[in-house]
Structure formats: structure tokens, C-alpha cells
């Protein structure tokens, strides 16, 4: 019954789409959708609504309510011009900034949003071809525009396409504007409320003039020039994964002064199929595999990736071994701060009122390395547009070094208010020439740093689960660590709740203080008494809950690694058991027997008939128990 009440729901609302608003092969798509006797596809095409959320969009391409074609982007595009115009109702000129990634339909969609501005009064300044995130970012604030959007699904599989909206900060939109630009989103019915019809007059296409400018700002960040000119030869093997980051990144290193730069050639063509690759994540070992046999080919010093859009970086070298091994997020972002601070001061380029920022679930050592040197850091929510505040309330009264977060983002410079993979992979470059000039490899600064201010191993699980089912149980699952919140992780004390959702903090005796915030997250924290930290978040973006596990040791020496590795590997196998443990005595979601696939990057491995609260656990467990950050698909 609830099945047929729902056929009859979506079919009711697919028939809306067989209108003179919609095109000929759109509508085509919807009657195929209708005739069929499995309603499957129209099911997911219309069971809901593409939300648009703080975010933007995001999703699967294709024809209905819920997949990104020119009908969703166009009510999105009509919506942020709407709010635009009652926003900035007394400015003159309203402009924005039109950017877009290599994906396919993206060029399209762009185009599009472009004419919809356009069509509502709003100049359009429009990059002609692909362009990098952190560059559309820049040309807000460069161009003094309002807003600024970019068509992109960063580093997700090659059947999405995103939408991000940006403020005239640069920054992706903060409220009260990112509620306010939903509203009147959501106030878009249909397609003939969307102004198609373009003003051309109104649309101004940019590239070089924006480049040029961007690239010598982007050099205006590198500290020790003189190393690099020693250094010139540096072996670089870098890859865009065929993605924006070829444009401008290969460009920036040689303006940098590095001079022996090798772009892996198969993945330097543009391509939304990402031909090369299961998935364009700079995060995962496959999307650099071609990049890392280059490397061992030449010999080369550094492989450096970036995702499709350019703003995350991905980066491998060699360990004392001589093995290629990848740099995890929260070593990338550690290794970045820990060069900026320390060669700063060494260069006398260190000011009083310097700060640098790191989001709530990145790593602990980063503070460690700021309180030595004594430089103020600051957490913030996780999101590229919470440092983006940071630097705006601070203008003009302190200066921001750097900023990042785990998931492979940073951030050198302020005159971007996004993760910029440009001037990370040119500032990553000068890193490790400045290792290489002290007789060191990147791998070599990492040790120097694990022994001066401790050990740290970092591990994030990523629990997929898609449909409303899936929503319902992730909240369950928040729901339920918040009733009963673990004494204990790896058989240490939790000696310290934080609750970003009430932004309480509980101690370990019970007492209670506030968390100071700029509003609520759906965040929990727990922290032992053994160092160990554990956040756990649900995905903005994505049908996931995502479980960030850190734990503490020592290291005594540099050649000490692989034993402080090993006894933390110990802890962060206790914390995954204390995790499924937890996530038992929860019991989610009570229900009768049923055989659901678990999906591991997409591909059915095993069946079971499990009871729903067990299936939960079941698949918490399995993913767990890897070794490295892990989707799993359930």
C-alpha cells in the first residue's frame, strides 16, 4: 500500500513536467519514465525534491525533481537572483561571478545560470572555459561582485554535478543568507517561473585578465624564494585527474621557479568521464596510482594531485624506506602550518596578531605546534566557509597565515575564502624544496614533527547510507549517542562530551559549561583520558555519517615510526571495537528480518539477512575495522 501511495505521488508529479515549460526530450524522458512497468527510475527521480541546502546542490544528473538538469539549477539560479534583488535593491549594478568544472553538463549549466542571471537584471561575469573554485572565489572579491557560483560536484563520481553559491566575500554564503536564499529557492514552482531568456548585453566573458592576476597574488604567499632558486630542479610529478587544476596550477609552479614539473600526460585531457579513474578523489590511492608510477619511473621528489574543481590536494612521497606512501589529510594540513609557522619566524615575517585556523575534527597536533610557538589558532565548524569567517571577522586587525581541515583543503592566503589547491600544491612545492635543501624529504619533516610535539594517528570512517531510510537512521543514530553518550573508548575515560548541537561541554564529574560558537551543529565530540578523540558528524553534502578517530603516542626518535605506528594502530583498533559496541547497544531502528546488500565502493560484496538495529552494526563494524579512511555503501 505505502508503495502504490507512493507511485501514485511521484506520478502525479512527474505529469507536472509534461508541460510547454519543460523541453521536448526532458518531457520524452518523463512519459518513458511513466510507461515503464518498473517504476524504479521514476521513483528516484521524483520521490523528492533536490534540496537545496547550505551547500548549494548535489546530485546524480538527469531528468526529474531530484537530479541536477537545467530545470533544478534554473530554479536555483532564479531563486539567488530573487534574494540578490531584494538584497542589494539600492545597488546600481548587482554582478556575479559564473565559474564552472570539467564535468559534463557543467559548461551547460553554467551557461544557463549565466542567462538566468542575467535575464533578472545581474551582470554575468562568465570564465570562458573551466576555471579552478578558489579562482572563481578571487574574482568575487577582485571584481567587487555581490555573488558568485560555480557548477561542480568536487570530487564525487562522474554521474553528479553540484552548485555552490558564494558571498560577496568570496566565502560560501553564512546566514542569514544561506537561509534566505533557500527560501526563495523553495518559492520556485515550477520551470515557468524561471527566466530562461538571457540579456547578452548583461554578460561578460573573462579568463586570461583573471588569471594572470590571480597566479601573482598566488606568489605573493611563497616565503623563502631563495630556496627554491636553489632548489629549481625539484622533481614534481603532478596530476589534475582531468580536472580544472591543469589550467593553473603547472603554470603557478613554473612562475614559483620550478623548472622540472612532469603532468601525468593521460590525465591531463579534460574529461567529465574520468576515464583514468574509479573516482576523481585526490583522497584515495587509486586516483594517483598513474601519478606515483611517473614518480618511480623519473625518480621524482613529490606527487602532488588535485580534485576536479582544484580547491582539495592529495600528495604522496617517499618514506625513510624509499616506499611511495600517501600524506593523509591531517598530515598535509599539520605539515602546512607546521612549514608557515616555523619559517616565518625563522624569516622574521612573523607578526603579534597572526593566527592560523583548523576546523573542530582535524588534528590536535596542529594546536600543539601553535602553542609552542605561540601562535593563537582557532577551531571552527567543519566547512571551508566557517575559516572563510574567521578571516572576515578578523579583517584589517589580524592576519590570517593559513587554515585547513582534514578532508584535504587548505588555505594560504586571504584574498580567496575557499580551499585553493593552486597556491597549495605551489606552496607544497616550496615545502618540500626546503626539506630537500636541509637533506630531508617530506616524510623526513613529518618525523621531525611527530617526535618534537608527539604522535598522532588520524582515521575517518564513513558510513553510507542512502533514501530516506538511510536519513532516518543516521538521525537515530545521533539521536542515541546523545541518550547515552560512551563512558569509555578504547578502555580509557571519557573525560570530556562536547554536544554542538546544545553547544554544551560535559566533563568527565558530570559539570557543565558552554561551548562558544556561532550556532548549532550536529556535531559530538569525546574525549579520553588517554588523548584519544573521537568526533562524529553527519554529512552536509552527502548520505553519510562520518566517524573521526584520533589517537595520541610517542615518539622518541625519527627511526621510531613503524613502533609508534603499531602501538597506535593497538589503540585505534580498541577505539573501533568500543565504536561497534556502542552502536549495538543502541539497536537502531527495531524491525523484521530482511536481506539488504553492503555496497563498498559501489560494489555488492556480501548478503544477510540481519535484523535492522544489527545490520547497522554489522556495517559500522566492517567498516571499521580497514585501515584507512572507507565508504561503505549500505
Keep these: 500500500m505505502e508503495n502504490e501511495e507512493l ?48 551547500g548549494g546542490l548535489r546530485g546524480i544528473m538527469g531528468v526529474g525533481s531530484n537530479r541536477m538538469n537545467i530545470y533544478t539549477v534554473g530554479a536555483a539560479t532564479q531563486g539567488l537572483s530573487n534574494y540578490l534583488n531584494k538584497n542589494f535593491k539600492d545597488l546600481e549594478q548587482i554582478a556575479v561571478v559564473v565559474g564552472h568544472d570539467c564535468r559534463n553538463n557543467s ?23 573551466m576555471r579552478p573554485t578558489p579562482e572563481m572565489s578571487f574574482a568575487i572579491r577582485h571584481l567587487g561582485c555581490q555573488s558568485g557560483i560555480i557548477l561542480t560536484a568536487s570530487h564525487n563520481p562522474k554521474e553528479y554535478n553540484g552548485y555552490k553559491a558564494y558571498w560577496d566575500d568570496g566565502a560560501q554564503v553564512l546566514a542569514p543568507h544561506d537561509k534566505g536564499i533557500i527560501d526563495e529557492v523553495n518559492k520556485i514552482a515550477s520551470a515557468a517561473d524561471i527566466k530562461f531568456e538571457g540579456n547578452k548585453e548583461l554578460i561578460q566573458v573573462i579568463g586570461e585578465d583573471i588569471d594572470s592576476i590571480y597566479l601573482d597574488k598566488v606568489h605573493t604567499i611563497s616565503i623563502d624564494s631563495e630556496v627554491i632558486k636553489r632548489q629549481k630542479d625539484l622533481s614534481i610529478v603532478y596530476t589534475p585527474i582531468h580536472g580544472t587544476g591543469m589550467m593553473l596550477i603547472p603554470r603557478a609552479l613554473k612562475q614559483w621557479g620550478f623548472e622540472n614539473v612532469h603532468c601525468v600526460p593521460e590525465q591531463m585531457v579534460k574529461s567529465g568521464d574520468f576515464p583514468t579513474v574509479i ?44 616506499e611511495w606512501v600517501l600524506i593523509n589529510g591531517n598530515q598535509t594540513c599539520l605539515l602546512f602550518l607546521y612549514y ?5 619566524i625563522a624569516m622574521g615575517k612573523m607578526k603579534d596578531n597572526d593566527f592560523i585556523v583548523k576546523t573542530i575534527v582535524t588534528t590536535e597536533l596542529i594546536k600543539a605546534v601553535a602553542d609552542k610557538n605561540k601562535i593563537e589558532m582557532r577551531d571552527c565548524y567543519t566547512g571551508f566557509k566557517w575559516i572563510a569567517r574567521e578571516i572576515r571577522l578578523s579583517e584589517g586587525k589580524q592576519q590570517y597565515i593559513g587554515g585547513g581541515e582534514e578532508s584535504y583543503g587548505f588555505l594560504a592566503e586571504d584574498f580567496v575564502r575557499d580551499k585553493d589547491a593552486v597556491s597549495a600544491c605551489a606552496l607544497l612545492a616550496e615545502i618540500c624544496a626546503w626539506a630537500k635543501d636541509r637533506g630531508k624529504t617530506l616524510f623526513d619533516v613529518l618525523m621531525d614533527i611527530y617526535v618534537e610535539y608527539g604522535f598522532s594517528k588520524e582515521t575517518t570512517v564513513n558510513v553510507v547510507k542512502p533514501g530516506k531510510s538511510g536519513a532516518d537512521e543516521i538521525k537515530a543514530m545521533m539521536e542515541n549517542f ?64 562520518k566517524f573521526y578517530m584520533e589517537v595520541k603516542g610517542e615518539m622518541g626518535c625519527p627511526k621510531c615510526y613503524d613502533a609508534a605506528n603499531a602501538a597506535a594502530e593497538e589503540k585505534v583498533e580498541a577505539v573501533r571495537k568500543s565504536l561497534g559496541t556502542a552502536i549495538l547497544r543502541q539497536k537502531i531502528k527495531k524491525g523484521a528480518s530482511k536481506v539488504k546488500p553492503f555496497r563498498t565502493f559501489g560494489a555488492p560484496f556480501i548478503f544477510m539477512p540481519v535484523q535492522a538495529w544489527a545490520y547497522t552494526y554489522v556495517c559500522v563494524t566492517l567498516c571499521i575495522s580497514t585501515r584507512r579512511a572507507t565508504h561503505i555503501y549500505v
Excluded at 25 to 43: G, P
Excluded at 107 to 129: H, M, P, T
Design 279 to 322: 573516482s576523481p578523489n585526490p583522497e584515495n590511492a587509486e586516483a594517483l596510482s598513474m601519478a606515483i608510477d611517473l614518480a618511480k619511473k623519473i625518480d621524482a621528489d613529490i606527487v602532488m594531485a588535485s580534485d576536479p574543481d582544484a580547491d582539495r590536494v592529495g600528495m604522496a612521497c617517499k618514506n625513510d624506506k624509499g
Design 340 to 344: 608557515i609557522i616555523k619559517n616565518r
Design 107 to 129: 559548461r551547460l549549466f553554467a551557461e544557463i545560470s549565466a542567462n538566468i542571471f542575467s535575464a533578472n537584471g545581474i551582470k554575468v561575469y562568465l570564465f570562458e572555459d
Design 482 to 545: 546523545r541518550a547515552n553518550p560512551p563512558k569509555e573508548i578504547g578502555g580509557s575515560k571519557v573525560i570530556l562530551a562536547k554536544d554542538y548541537k546544545t553547544l554544551k561541554a560535559t566533563d568527565g564529574e558530570g559539570n557543565v559549561a558552554d561551548i562558544d560558537m556561532p550556532e548549532t551543529s550536529n556535531v559530538l565530540q569525546y574525549f579520553t583520558e588517554d588523548g584519544t578523540k573521537i568526533s562524529v558528524r553527519p554529512s552536509g553534502t552527502e548520505p553519510k555519517i
Design 7 to 54: 507511485i501514485q505521488q511521484v506520478t502525479e508529479k512527474a505529469k507536472k513536467w509534461l508541460t510547454p515549460a519543460y523541453d521536448a526530450e526532458t518531457q520524452a524522458e518523463v512519459k518513458r519514465m511513466l510507461e515503464n512497468e518498473d517504476k524504479t527510475d521514476l521513483i528516484e527521480a521524483f520521490y523528492k525534491d533536490l534540496e537545496f541546502g547550505t
